[in-house]
């Protein structure tokens, strides 16, 4: 019974915590067109985008719950047969944060999904000709569908100025072909298949 209200308690005042740090992303003034000038940018290394990738994104829901995001990277030659563009489309869904003190939050959890464009002659949608067979391949090689998890630290900024927080993140990713392959061959460790990135989050007022 002590354990049942500890953790009704806790949980109180984790939604307590949770809405006051949810202040720091919201747009209460933002109406029409202005729902689409983004609201952060952010950069990201690795996680099955290229070495090295950015771009931009809007968060909404009722406290800002929801993220949409277009993002561009790059994978050098060094680490592929040639230089390759990516282009990401990502979807995350951050359930709450707690406040850590006046100037820090943090968010327990970021989950979402993302599509993985890759450029290069090499990569295609549909099996080409030259395979036997009319499902030799049945994946696509240019296009991957991901699926990540992670958490963020928050930096509250106290400042009319155009930037509103900034936010460091770390994200564990797996793509779509790695997990059927986890699935069909217990062999692979889920270090073989599970992609580690890092990342900032720069949040603006609008």
């Known amino acids: ?109 970021s989950c979402g999904l993302y599509l993985n464009f890759i450029s290069g002659d090499r990569f295609w949608v549909r099996q080409p000709s030259k395979y036997p067979g009319a499902h030799y391949y049945t994946f696509s090689s240019r296009i991957r569908l991901h699926a990540c998890v992670g958490q963020r630290v928050r930096w509250n900024i106290a400042s009319e100025n155009l930037l509103k927080s900034i936010s460091l993140y770390y994200e564990l990713s797996a793509n779509d072909l790695n997990i059927i392959s986890k699935v069909t061959n217990r062999e692979l460790k889920l270090s073989d298949i599970v992609f580690f990135s890092v990342g900032v989050r720069f949040q603006l007022q609008r």
Request: glycine share 8%; aromatic share 10%.
């Open 1 to 109: 019974m002590r354990r049942l209200i500890f953790s009704i308690l806790a949980l109180l005042c984790l939604t307590a915590e949770s809405s006051l740090a949810q202040q720091h992303r919201s747009h209460p003034d933002s109406k029409g067109w202005e729902r689409m000038i983004p609201t952060h940018v952010k950069g990201q290394f690795a996680g099955g985008m290229g070495l090295l990738s950015a771009g931009i994104g809007w968060d909404y829901g009722r406290a800002n719950q929801w993220e949409s995001e277009v993002m561009v990277g790059l994978l050098p030659a060094k680490y592929a047969d040639n230089t390759h563009i990516t282009l990401s489309l990502r979807q995350l869904y951050i359930p709450w944060d707690v406040t850590l003190s006046k100037c820090f939050s943090l968010e327990p959890l």
